[in-house]
């Protein structure tokens, strides 16, 4: 301090705020908007180192289908552990770790709409009470197996059935007696 804080100044200082009402409050929170649009910018920067590296990690562009449109790529968890990750680590705390330590077969870029047909795939396998199987697609892509294949579950389920058919005439075929309504 330059200055001995006397009984004076503090006099002095308390006049000045009453003549200058607001000063402070004004130019507090000037302050703090600043410093707001500050560390907007650098937690913007940051974030975007982040996305460069995860970039340069796991593919510039879709592994599937190829698309390069930065707007539509996301780091995709391949295992689909994406919701617990972010529960675990927060919504950056996850990215900031897939880019520190390189994990390809937990992390791959994809575009937003592979990503999606993806994670139908997975839902759709899980829902039929079939385990979802990873495929490679694209170029070094993985997905699940159905991806982008509308007729896949149709088809499995009749393989599932034939076999089913299979097995009960199997173990009903010494008596000749074959149950109804196995299409059920
Ligand atoms: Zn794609």
Known sequence: MPYKMTEARREYNRLWRIRNPGYHKQH?????????????EYNLAWRQGVTDT?????GTSCRICGLSDEASLITDHIRED???ERKTYGHHGWKSRAARNYQPDHFQTLCASCNQS???AHRRA???GLTPKLRPFGNGGLAW???????WLERQMATRNADL????????????????????
């Open 28 to 40: 507090s929170s000037v302050w703090r908007k600043k410093n707001r649009l500050h560390k907007n």
């Open 54 to 58: 995860l970039r340069r990690l796991y």
């Open 82 to 84: 994406g919701g617990k």
């Open 118 to 120: 993806k994670n139908f």
């Open 126 to 128: 899980l829902k039929a």
């Open 145 to 151: 197996e159905g991806f982008r294949d509308l007729g």
């Open 165 to 184: 058919r299979a097995r009960m005439d199997k173990l009903t075929r010494p008596n000749e007696s074959k149950p109804e309504n196995m299409d059920n």
